[in-house]
């Protein structure tokens, strides 16, 4: 299994609130969602995602979003939280609260499809960082999202070398780029 992450975020590189300023969501992002469910069958959230998706995604069986409902309803979460209780509030869902890098080498050692981080910036900092990271997916936005929200990555990170995989420009002006870490 490989672990990737996805990230959605404007061009100064905000990823809070996508809902203010996320303005289109055209066929290419629908097309790399959909490769998304067809190549991971297991989901790596934060404490922040797992917590506001758990309270609406298996709510959805319906709709437009009722594909993305199901699929993640069904798939194996495992989420990352020091901070956490449990994660029985979610169907097939498991608590990591401990050593992330063990319990990503042994998730990536399993059966199965590639796991995938939606959201989670925090997350996807700590994997970057630690080198669990095999790919990273960012939907840029064509907009300059602003006003002290949080960005992907904090003004102090280390410096982290990546290598462009593939850039395709949407017909909403978002840019999908691939980059994988260099090591």
Known sequence: ????????????????????????????????????????????????????WAGYWPTVTSGEDAGFAKWINDSPKYVVSSTLDGAEDWANSTLINGDLAAAIEELKAGEGKDITVAGSPTLVRSLLEQDLLDELVLLIHPVVAGEGRKKLFADDAALKKLELVSAQPTSSGVIVATYRPTR
Not at 2 to 8: C, V
Not at 35 to 44: C, G, M, Q
């Open 1 to 52: 299994m490989a672990d990737q992450a996805a990230g959605n975020g404007g061009g100064d590189g905000v990823v809070q609130s996508p809902n203010e300023w996320q303005f289109a969501f055209d066929e290419e992002m629908g097309a790399e969602l959909g490769k998304a469910l067809e190549t991971a069958d297991t989901i790596l959230p934060g404490r922040v995602t797992f917590t506001e």
